[in-house]
């Protein structure tokens, strides 16, 4: 198996908890609830990058970036990484699919 193919569920587990870390500190007590569905959304999809059928990774890559782009103004800003990360695996399964000898 691809081991680089789970390298945004990681950089989004991260995210998450630098996420709730930043919120908690400036919301004391008050964590709000869209928040906890948009970091479980995220974290979904970054794991759906893993899966080998490319129409279910380019799905996982427009929910991830629209939900970055939902959030913007927030938080969106923490999962550029992720999205980075699941286009890179993205171009990278397509490149090892097409050419076997890459």
Do not use: C, H
Not at 6 to 17: E, F, N, R, S, W
Request: proline share 6%.
């Amino acid at each position: 198996m691809r081991t680089y193919a789970y390298l945004p569920v990681g950089i989004a587990a991260v995210t998450d908890l630098a996420t709730a870390w930043m919120v908690l500190a400036n919301q004391p007590g008050n964590y709000p609830y869209r928040v906890i569905m948009l970091q479980l959304i995220i974290l979904l999809s970054a794991l759906l990058m893993a899966f080998p059928n490319k129409a279910i990774r380019v799905m996982a890559i427009l929910v991830l970036t629209g939900g970055a782009a939902v959030a913007l103004a927030s938080i969106g800003m923490f999962y550029v990484p992720t999205i980075i990360a699941s286009g890179w695996v993205l171009v990278r399964s397509e490149r090892t699919d097409s050419d076997p000898g890459a």
